[in-house]
């Protein structure tokens, strides 16, 4: 096996495990979750391998087959691909290794060899939107994204879990729908899906049919926006991320709501001709777009009482930096907005993965009720304190950089009032997720939360492995910040 | 005379029309009834709407399926589209399998397949 399929394979061996799974799960039930773990860590390293390829080399073209673009489907691996690739199967690893325990309380035994199938599909297909160079294999993968996502929330078998992930699959179908009539649309001018070969007939189409590409933008910012949950049509997220089972939390508050905001990069940047979006407000649009998702996904945020409506919230706000970022159309905007990307991921599901630890372990969801937690599950405490902490923003944690980087780029271009946006929003953070950490450590454990149950070991480690991530990329950001910085030029054009 | 040219240009172009008005007509019953199986047939219409308005592009009039006979030349239509829309009309009914099963999920929690009934059996919950 030659290292050049690499690009697909990181795409087909999830794929083709997960089918597998459910044989797993009948005949050999042991060996679903190294299997599953297996498939991902290969994933993880042709990542990182073709990371390195595409630092040295730079971007370039995979086509399935062997058939030359305008025919075949291509993937094209460029920086921005491989960071996602990274991001995606390292927390998703992790993510998985968690539930592999966490997911007995929640779900019947009986489906756990389900859940991996699902789980394997979401992984696969979140690679593709990030490999994939071509309009049509986008949307096969969105869907398959959105059936896999709404299935890892139904899966548990309440009502509660059924209404939300019906909820969420009715609005992302009308988001696929919109994607899907935006593809038509640019298909009929161009005659291409191959993102290059619109990207250059758009070109040409763009004084002939501006009007066309004007309602395909559209679309296409309401489907992604739909899906990514940016701030107006949002409605859907803080259900369905606080009923899900934990680790589902944790994928979908982490991962799948950003590979729609990376879609929507790579088509702004790369297909739709710049002068076009010069002339349309739209990056003012999402602009706003991401201000009102972050003032209000946290003023929603500090009024909530349980713990994972909380932190859904939260990720509407924290969706918003990534789009701002992508607004602002400066190299360190970018840069911040792509870097918010995996700093959020790690994060957030660090934070729904302590929430699931202390669901877990005393089966309390009140934030009144965690008093003292700290004493008791020092573990868990201590990675949600630094999720915390790297929310606000505080310099020695990863969310420092990225916001360090959005507020460099709010200067760039010239909009101060953002960066105030930036600092309000901190703030704010701060003041519904401090409370939570000194009520834990300063507070005496009172009923359930005085004696939790143990933890298992495939819990603790994740969060002490997300944990440590929080404050390495904190404090040495510099390898991950040259490969954004890259992807944030080769995007720009440079 | 204005009039008669806007009535040629939508009857040249009647398939994107009517493309469009089933589009609305299902993206309106989607947002405006309660039914949940109404919300999901308004869905369905929505997507078979779509998929018209694809095939559409690739019509040639009087073109025929472009299968290639050795002497005989026609105008033939452009396949790639009719080619999506069969994946689009696959992914489509695996999602309108999955909903349908969760609204029988939903019937045997909620015993209704009223969304306000829902909403409010939801509300009273959460007092």
């Not at chain 1, 390292?90 to 991996?116: P, R, T």
């Not at chain 2, 947002?31 to 047939?41: A, D, E, Q, V």
């Not at chain 2, 909903?99 to 015993?111: D, E, F, M, V």
Request: charged fraction near 10%; aromatic fraction near 12%.
């Amino acid at each position: 096996m030659s290292s050049t399929h690499l690009p697909v394979l990181v795409v087909v061996v999830p794929l083709f495990f997960a089918y597998l799974m459910p044989l797993f799960a009948r005949w050999r039930k042991k060996w679903c979750l190294p299997v599953t773990l297996g498939a991902i860590t290969f994933s993880l390293f042709s990542s990182l391998y073709m990371a390195q390829q595409v630092m040295a080399s730079g971007p370039f073209h995979y086509r399935m087959g062997d058939w030359p673009p305008p025919w075949g489907i291509e993937f094209y691996i460029d920086h921005l691909a491989v960071f996602m690739g990274i991001t995606l199967t390292g927390v998703g690893l992790l993510i998985i290794i968690y539930g592999s325990k966490d997911l007995l309380h929640e779900i019947k035994e009986s489906l756990m060899g389900w859940y991996y199938t699902l789980y394997l599909l979401l992984m696969a297909s979140m690679l593709g939107m990030a490999f994939t160079n071509d309009f049509f294999n986008l949307f096969v993968f969105i869907e398959i994204c959105a059936i896999a996502s709404c299935a890892i929330i139904s899966i548990k078998d309440k009502r509660e879990c059924i209404e939300a992930a019906f909820k969420y699959l009715v609005l992302s179908a009308v988001g696929s729908g919109c994607i899907l009539l935006a593809i038509a649309m640019v298909y009929m001018i161009t005659g291409h899906l191959n993102f290059n070969f619109v990207a250059e007939g758009l070109q040409t189409a763009m004084s002939v049919y501006p009007k066309n590409i004007l309602v395909a933008l559209a679309l296409l910012m309401v489907g992604l926006g739909v899906k990514a949950a940016l701030f107006p049509l949002h409605v859907w997220l803080p259900d369905a991320h606080s009923s899900a089972p934990s680790p589902s939390s944790a994928v979908l508050s982490g991962l799948v709501i950003k590979i729609y905001a990376v879609a929507m990069i790579k088509l702004l940047y790369r297909v739709f001709p710049a002068d076009f979006v010069g002339m349309i407000p739209v990056m003012n649009m999402l602009l706003w777009m991401a201000t009102f998702a972050i003032i209000v996904g946290s003023m929603f945020a500090i009024v909530q009482e349980d713990i994972k409506k909380m932190l859904a919230y939260s990720s509407i706000a924290q969706i918003g930096y990534v789009f701002l970022g992508v607004g602002l159309m400066s190299q360190n905007g970018l840069i911040g907005g792509i870097l918010h990307i995996i700093n959020h991921a790690m994060m957030k599901s660090m934070l729904f993965l302590a929430a699931g630890a202390f669901i877990y372990a005393t089966g309390v969801r009140k934030l009144s009720d965690l008093k003292g937690i700290g004493h008791t599950m020092p573990v868990a405490a201590t990675a949600f304190t630094i999720g915390s902490m790297a929310m606000v923003g505080i310099p020695a944690t990863n969310g420092f950089i990225s916001k360090w980087y959005l507020a460099l780029g709010t200067l760039d271009a010239n909009k101060p009032l953002f960066a105030a946006v930036i600092l309000v929003s901190s703030l704010l953070n701060g003041v519904y997720y401090l409370p939570i950490i000194v009520n834990a450590f300063f507070a005496k454990p009172e009923g359930r939360v005085a004696e939790p149950e143990r933890l298992p070991v495939q819990m603790t480690v994740p969060l002490v492995v997300l944990g440590f991530g929080c404050l390495f990329f904190g404090v040495f950001p510099s390898r991950l910040v040259e490969l954004v910085t890259r992807a944030a030029q080769v995007l720009r054009g440079f | 005379m204005a009039m008669i040219e806007m009535l040629l240009r939508l009857h040249q172009n009647s398939f994107y029309f009517f493309a469009i008005i089933l589009f609305v007509i299902g993206f309106h019953t989607m947002l405006t009834h309660n039914n949940l199986i109404k919300k999901i047939i308004g869905m369905n219409i929505m997507d078979t709407s779509i998929f018209l308005f694809f095939v559409a592009i690739g019509y040639v009039r009087g073109g025929r399926a472009p299968i290639l006979e050795p002497g005989v030349s026609h105008t033939y239509i452009n396949p790639l589209p009719s080619a999506l829309i069969l994946t689009g009309i696959v992914v489509a009914v695996s999602v309108t399998a999955y909903a349908l099963s969760l609204i029988i999920k939903l019937y045997q929690h909620y015993g209704t397949i009223d969304a306000e009934e829902i909403m409010r059996i939801r509300g009273g919950e959460s007092l």
